[in-house]
């Protein structure tokens, strides 16, 4: 672990030398007695709660790396306030989603608690698993697929195949970012199904402003689509059936750790891992950060307060 932490330091020192990526910003960046300091302070804190009496406070920094994405966000929010409850100095930064796991894998980045696997994003997966430590899933029951306003007479994609169908829809599918999973897959649907549509790329919120548009003016489209999501609580939509099973399953949203925090940071590392959510508890925090003026770190504070009794199954401050 010293060797580690000062090539770590050494790196962090090179970095800020050329003007310090934003990744370097979020790193884990302590220093052997800051380390020492938090391992400390961790473990006396499992010392007073052996001892039965009231928890200490945990010290410490933890950045947290997630996407720009709302569920992500959501979740994201939630855990800072839930480590800051704690005594923790919590981070985040939003990344890419390759960059996310780049950060963790490296040791830039503490933790993430939105990695959607195994599909979405399993091809940035697939090239650091051996680098970080997957505490499993903290939500399941997630869904990907293709989406329409419930007012747009089609119901599976199969009818997409139809030129006249697809003509009424610019013969195009707005999709997200051009390295998520759910874009490969897109791409998979219109070859297998044949369809004559254009998928066009962009983000989370490039796709939600062209159905907020269409749907305004009553007009139809189709998007790459997910649950959980603000959208299906603000509008009345549906997903295409899809006969050839090209989504597959249902997903999950796993939470990624660096290698080592299980050492540097146990009461953090324990926290994350006993995280635990259903889609509808991150959909009302989702739903509070679309009012308008809405601050989403005060929403999630405000659920975490509202939800002590599951709060503290996590943190194991009962």
């Not at 302590?30 to 400390?40: D, L």
């Not at 499992?46 to 001892?51: I, K, N, Q, R, V």
């Not at 999950?252 to 959510?277: C, H, S």
């Amino acid at each position: 672990m010293e060797i580690k932490r000062h090539a770590l330091h050494q790196g962090l020192m090179a970095a800020v030398a050329v003007g310090a990526l934003a990744l370097a910003g979020c790193s884990n960046g302590n220093n052997n007695n800051a380390a020492t300091q938090n391992q400390a302070a961790d473990n006396g804190q499992a010392a007073t709660e052996a001892s039965g009496n009231a928890p200490a406070k945990a010290h410490g920094s933890v950045k947290l790396a997630y996407v720009e994405w709302s569920s992500c966000v959501a979740a994201t929010d939630v855990m800072q306030a839930t480590l800051e409850k704690q005594g923790f100095d919590v981070k985040t930064v939003s990344v890419s989603a390759a960059a996310m796991y780049t950060a963790i894998a490296d040791g830039d980045a503490d933790a993430t608690v939105c990695a959607w696997l195994p599909t979405t994003q399993g091809n940035y997966y697939a090239k650091t698993k051996d680098q970080l430590t997957n505490l499993g899933a903290n939500m399941k029951g997630t869904k990907l697929g293709l989406v329409v306003p419930k007012y747009v007479d089609v119901s599976s994609i199969s009818d997409l195949a139809k030129k006249s169908v697809a003509d009424k829809f610019d013969d195009r599918i707005v999709g997200i970012d051009p390295g998520a999973g759910e874009m490969g897959m897109t791409q998979k649907a219109i070859d297998q199904y044949k369809l004559p549509m254009k998928l066009i790329d962009g983000s989370g919120a490039t796709m939600t402003a062209a159905l907020k548009s269409a749907i305004d003016n009553h007009e139809p489209i189709v998007v790459t689509g997910w649950t959980p999501h603000w959208m299906w609580a603000r509008w009345d939509l549906k997903y295409l059936d899809d006969p050839k099973g090209i989504y597959g399953n249902a997903e999950e949203i796993d939470t990624l750790v660096r290698k080592g925090l299980k050492q540097d940071m146990p009461a953090a590392y324990a926290t994350l891992d006993a995280f635990n959510w259903t889609p509808k508890d991150m959909q009302q925090v989702m739903a509070a950060n679309q009012k308008s003026g809405s601050d989403a770190k005060a929403n999630a504070r405000q659920w975490v307060g509202q939800h002590a009794d599951m709060v503290s199954g996590w943190t194991g401050q009962h």
